[in-house]
Each structure stands twice: as C-alpha cells, then as structure tokens.
C-alpha cells in the first residue's frame, strides 16, 4: 500500500521553543486496529451520510423559514463523500439552491415556479407557467464568492438575480432583467404573462427582505415610487434626453422641463417618469443621473415602462451605452 | 447809488416765483407718483411715467398737460419701477398668453420662455415700462416661418433633414460596397501587373501605355473613394447629430405654434395682439381697478 511509503519516513517535529525532534513512527500496525480503524472511518462516512438525510428532510419539510434557511446553508457546503464511502447519485449544490427557493415558495403558499427534473442534463430547473419552454431557470454557482450563486436562465445566460446566503444579500440585475424580459419575452410574449413573472421575482425578494432580513436590490424592478434607477453614465448628456423629447413628442407625449432642469414625462394620469440627476430629484447632492418613475398605485417600475412604451424601449435600447440601469459590479460583470 | 455800467438783472422775486413754481410742480409729480404707488394705482403709474405715449395709445383718455420732463426724475428708478409693476403685468400675460415663462434676471429685469417642454427655447425680454415684448429676432423668424410653412406641409427643417438623411445614405452605401471595391481593385491590379509583363513589338507599345494607364485611374478612383468610405462612419454620426438637432427644433416649433393656435387662432391674430398689448393692458387694469384688492 502506498500508505506504507509515507510511513517509513520519519516525522520531523518543530517544537515551539525552536528545538526539533525527530520521530520515527512505529511500521507495525497490526491488522486488528487496521481492520478497526476502516470500519471506524465506514460508521463515520454512514454516519456523515445519515446526517445528510436529516438536513434533506429539514429542507424538504420543515414549515419554518429559519430551519429552512439552514438546511440549505449547511447543504450547499456539504461533503457527503469520503475516501470511503461514495454516493453514486447526488444533487448538485445548484440542486440545493433550487430546491430550497421552491420549498420557500411553497411556505408561502405560492406554487408558481415549478421545479422540473432534466434527464438530459441529470439536473432540476425550474419551469415557469406561461412562459414554459422559453425559461430553463437554475442557479449558477459563484466561483469567487462563497455562499453565492446566480439565478440564471439558462438559453440566454441571463443572470436576472445574485443570492448570497454569507452576505445575507439578494441583488437584481438590470442588464438580464432588459435582455431576457424586455427584448426577448416582449416579442414572445403579452404583458400579463411576463408581468406574473416579473411579480414572482419580485416576491421572491421579499420574503428573502422578510423572512431573512436579506439586503435585496430590487434595482430596475423596483416598484417604490421612491426608487431611484442610477444609469452608468452618470452625467447624461443633454442629447439623450432631446433624442427622448423628438421621439415622445411622435408617440404623443411630451417631455417638459422641470423647475429644477429635470426632464418629466407624465405619460398618463398618475404615471410620471422623470430624468435628472440625484440633487434635481431633490435626493442628495450628488450628480449620478437617475430615473424615477411615480404612479399611483406604486405598482409599475422602470421594467414596465420599457415592456409598455415602445419609444421608450426603443430609446432605452439604442443608447443602452448611456442609459443601463446600473448594476452592482461586485456580482455582474 | 445805482452804477450805470451795472447790467439789468432779472428780477428775483420773479426769479424766486419761476423757480419755487417749477419745484412745486416737481414736488407734486412725485407726490402724485407716490400716492399711486402707495395705491397701487398701477394705471397711473404708467400714466405718470411716460405721458406722451400713454396719451397717444390710451386715445379715450383725456389729454393730460402733463410735464414730461418731470419724467426724468425717476429715470434712475426705471429697475425699481418696472420691479413694481411686473408683477400685476406678468399675472395679466400668465393668463393671456399662457406659453411664455417669466424668470427673473435681475431688479425689474425679466427674460421669458416659450413653454414648459423639454429644451424649449428662450424667447426674449419683457419690457415691462413699455408693455412690450422684445422677441429674440432669430427665434421670432424661425415661428413665423413655421406658420407660413404650415401650407405646404412641412416644417421648418424638413428639407435640410431629408437632405441629410440622404446624404446618409450614400455614406452608408460606400461603407456597404467596401467589398465589392476591393474585388475590382484585386482585378485591376492584376491586370496591370499582366499588361506590365507583356512582351509587345516597338509599335504597339503606346497602345499598351494608354491602356495600362487607364487601368491605373480607375484603381486611383477606387482608392480615392476607399478614403472617402473610411470617413463615413464618423460624418454618418456627425450627421445623424445634425438630424437630431434639427428634429429637436422642428417639434419645438410645434409645441409652439400649438400653443399660439391654441391661443390666438392663428400667427396674425398673436401679432396683431402684441401691437396693441399696451393699451389691452392699460384697458384692462382701467377696468379692474377697485377689484384689484379682492383679486389678491
């Protein structure tokens, strides 16, 4: 065995006071506490395995958020296998994620993303109604951050959400959030349909607000009237917004100037989008451009208006370069 | 004793008379200009400030023998004067030509905008003593033109848009036919590189040059047009900025004569109004006086 190479090396000791020894180990080890020290390692591997199926059982019924949340933490880092006990069929820790979105929808009553098993990909996604075969849904893991993975559609490699269970912090992301459900499901789709989508995910991050006190960025999905949407550019040139003015004015609508220099554009009664930089919002004295959308029933975000206003999308989408709502760099590229 | 060479001097209790007469006169002016202001007497003040041209536009009213030069008393106070009566002036122009937004500039001093739109332009000063506006000529041109455009259909800068959307174009068709020349330009110097390699008699020998030379041309005017392409991208966005700024102004001037059509009806009726806003102003606050307090 090779064990017996290493073995008849000596063992060199550094002491702490600076002295070293140098220790040679005893060869013969005889087959008795051999034979005891496998089936040591055997009952421990079991055992190591029997507590695996008590955190599934956690994750898979538990009624409770917070032992949920558990299950999962503890099962995304798992090591089931060991050098001497290996299981054949395993779920991913991507799985994990999965399955314990689903079971925290489920606490809530709600049954609308359905979690599907692949043959092909020996892997589970999730399926959401209406949108069906255009929306593979599985996590990503992240490779740098630990505890973190990607909410990814997998056809377009939209990245629509970040959840981090170390961090404690769920981010949106306004790049997949525009590819994926405003340019392509805008096409395939109605607006009811994406909206239940775009609610679900929404919802998804409240109850990670509520039941975990996870930091969550709605970003462009943002339906608070409060919400400010930074684009990357932060001091818009002028001519985006007369680009805005000539093609709102051809739809109709007219773009106006505020006291303040800011642009506003009420687009029907109760629903005022306006464009300016954060000290023209009356916000803070910053000079980072944002968007705002305002309506009554703080029901509609910058998503929205994208899907809704063809103008709109079309100016967003030909100056994307000035314009994209701003994402958090440390988890989207 | 009287000296005969002494000059006759006028007399000084007339002297005393004119001049006490003349400071009297002076002295009531201003009274009377107080006791307006103090009143609010808006009208009056008007009156009392430029008498001449309030006789001549306010012809129902009775011919004051007024004296103009006291007017130069308060030439000092034009800014003061003009702080004072812009604002019943600008509560009258709010309602009666809603498009124009007033910002103060100075003391007395108001610039005025056409609209509340996005980018809407700057149209000119207030004259508040006079009740005028001073339109920004440049500005004032291109409305009037968009009206007298309006029967042909078409804005102000439809044609220079068109001329450059076309101008487009043809950049974009160098940039799409960069292929096609590079085959040509392939052939053409193979060609050349061909006839160079020919062995021909002493006689045709010219024939040869003149051909060769024709090819080589053609190559140049490819070439030339090479580099006219390599620029297309950057004029194709030069222009599309032109576009974007003319489009801007055309739906400006839009926003505009909607607002005057709103308003006025039409172009004529909006100038005609502007010529006699003096007396429609003074008329109107003849008419509202004694309401004035219940109005604010």
């Given at each position: 065995m090779l064990m017996n190479n290493t073995t008849e090396n000596p063992t060199v000791i550094f002491q702490p006071d600076g002295t070293v020894e140098t220790v040679v180990v005893d060869q013969a080890i005889s087959t008795t506490t051999r034979l005891q020290n496998f089936n040591g390692e055997l009952k421990s591997s079991l055992q190591n395995g029997l507590e695996f199926t008590a955190l599934l059982d956690q994750l898979i019924q538990t009624n409770d958020p917070h032992e949920l949340l558990d299950a999962v933490t503890q099962l995304i880092d798992y090591r089931l296998n060991s050098d001497f006990l290996i299981f054949p069929q395993?779920?991913?820790?991507?799985?994990?994620?999965?399955?314990?979105?689903?079971?925290?929808?489920?606490?809530?009553?709600?049954?609308?993303?359905?979690?599907?098993?692949?043959?092909?990909?020996?892997?589970?996604?999730?399926?959401?109604?209406?949108?069906?075969?255009?929306?593979?849904?599985?996590?990503?893991?992240?490779?740098?951050?630990?505890?973190?993975?990607?909410?990814?559609?997998?056809?377009?490699?939209?990245r629509l959400f970040y959840v981090n269970f170390s961090k404690h912090i769920l981010k949106f992301n306004a790049t997949a959030v525009t590819s994926l459900l405003v340019v392509d499901y805008q096409k395939k789709f109605v607006y009811p349909t994406v909206k239940k989508f775009v609610l679900l995910l929404i919802k998804i991050g409240h109850l990670f607000k509520e039941d975990f006190g996870f930091d969550v960025d709605f970003n462009i999905l943002d339906q608070s009237n409060s919400a400010m949407y930074p684009v990357i550019k932060a001091d818009l040139p002028a001519e985006s917004l007369d680009k805005l003015f000539v093609v709102a004015s051809k739809a109709g609508h007219m773009l106006k100037a505020g006291v303040n220099g800011e642009a506003i554009l009420e687009l029907k009664p109760g629903l005022i989008v306006t464009f300016g930089d954060e000290a023209q919002l009356g916000m803070t004295e910053q000079e980072q451009w944002v968007i705002n959308v305002n309506d009554s029933d703080e029901e509609l975000s910058w998503f929205d208006l994208l899907f809704n206003y063809d103008f709109i999308r079309d100016w967003y989408l030909d100056n994307l370069n000035l314009l994209e709502i701003k994402v958090d760099p440390r988890y989207f590229d | 004793m009287a000296n005969n060479n002494e000059f006759v001097l006028s007399d000084h209790d007339t002297a005393t008379t004119t001049v006490v007469q003349a400071v009297?006169?002076?002295?009531?002016?201003?009274?009377t200009l107080h006791q307006a202001l103090e009143e609010q007497d808006d009208r009056l003040?008007?009156?009392?400030?430029?008498?001449?041209?309030?006789?001549?536009?306010i012809q129902q009213a009775r011919h004051i023998s007024a004296d103009p030069s006291n007017e130069a008393l308060v030439v000092d106070l034009h800014n003061q004067l003009s702080a004072f009566l812009s604002q019943k002036l600008i509560n009258f122009l709010h309602k009666n030509y809603p498009f124009f937004y007033f910002e103060e500039i100075g003391e007395g001093q108001y610039q005025f905008?056409?609209?509340?739109?996005?980018?809407?332009?700057?149209?000119?000063?207030?004259?508040?003593?006079?009740?005028?506006?001073?339109?920004?000529?440049?500005?004032?041109?291109?409305?009037?033109r968009t009206f007298e455009l309006d029967h042909q259909q078409k804005r102000l800068n439809t044609d220079q848009i068109q001329k450059i959307s076309l101008e487009n174009d043809e950049l974009q068709e160098l940039i799409d036919t960069q292929d096609q020349r590079d085959q040509q330009k392939a052939e053409l110097r193979a060609k050349i590189k061909q006839i160079s390699q020919e062995k021909v008699m002493p006689w045709e020998a010219n024939r040869q040059k003149e051909e060769k030379q024709a090819l080589i041309d053609q190559l140049t005017k490819l070439t030339e047009t090479d580099e006219l392409s390599n620029n297309a991208y950057q004029e194709i966005r030069q222009n599309e900025n032109k576009i974007l700024e003319l489009s801007k102004e055309d739906t400006l001037l839009s926003y505009e004569k909607q607002s005057i059509v709103a308003k006025f009806g039409d172009f004529k009726n909006f100038e005609e109004q502007n010529e006699i806003l003096y007396r429609d102003y003074i008329a109107h606050l003849i008419a509202t006086r004694g309401q004035v307090n219940a109005d604010e």
């Open positions: 395993q779920y991913s820790e991507a799985d994990f994620y999965l399955i314990f979105l689903s079971r925290l929808l489920q606490q809530h009553q709600n049954n609308q993303l359905i979690l599907q098993s692949s043959d092909r990909h020996h892997e589970l996604y999730h399926e959401f109604p209406g949108i069906n075969a255009a929306g593979y849904f599985t996590f990503q893991i992240d490779a740098q951050n630990a505890g973190g993975a990607y909410y990814v559609e997998r056809q377009s490699q939209a | 009297v006169n002076k002295s009531r002016y201003l009274q003040v008007y009156q009392l400030i430029n008498s001449e041209k309030y006789a001549q536009e905008f056409f609209g509340n739109w996005w980018g809407r332009r700057l149209f000119g000063t207030l004259d508040v003593l006079n009740v005028s506006f001073n339109f920004d000529s440049s500005e004032y041109r291109k409305l009037a």
